[in-house]
Nanobody, 124 residues
Framework: QVPLVESGGGLVQAGDSLRLSCLAP????????MDWFRQAPGKEREFVAS????????YYTDSVKGRFTISRDNNKNTVYLQMDSLEPEDTAVYFC?????????????????WGQGTQVTVSS
């Protein structure tokens, strides 16, 4: 099992920013699309953002477009999620995931590896 280690979660107020990081030290990193998903209490895990292997293509769920930015540093085996203008509805556990292959991916069932998650709480 390849470890994916998320960090950067926390408690913030509405309108604030956070940056999540996900380190994948054992992965052939550039061969994988990297995704962020989130799961709020009582809800299913949902797709947030995806970036392809080279970092040249991204895709977002509609609710975060214009507020969140996914990026990656293939020299550091790390993917980031910059979250701006946070809203209480963004409160969830955020998971990093990896999918070997070309392009971007949005379905949780397609992911090859998952991190343990990091809590993001946005107060109103």
């Amino acid at each position: 099992q390849v470890p994916l280690v998320e960090s950067g979660g926390g408690l913030v107020q509405a309108g604030d920013s956070l940056r999540l990081s996900c380190l994948a030290p054992g992965l052939d990193f550039s061969a994988y699309a990297m995704d962020w998903f989130r799961q709020a209490p009582g809800k299913e895990r949902e797709f947030v953002a995806s970036v392809n292997g080279p970092g040249s293509g991204t895709y977002y769920t509609d609710s975060v477009k214009g507020r969140f930015t996914i990026s990656r540093d293939n020299n550091k085996n790390t993917v980031y999620l910059q979250m701006d203008s946070l809203e209480p509805e963004d409160t969830a556990v955020y998971f990093c995931a990896a999918k070997r292959g070309l392009g971007v991916w949005t379905r949780a069932g397609d992911m090859n590896y998952w991190g343990q998650g990091t809590q993001v709480t946005v107060s109103s």
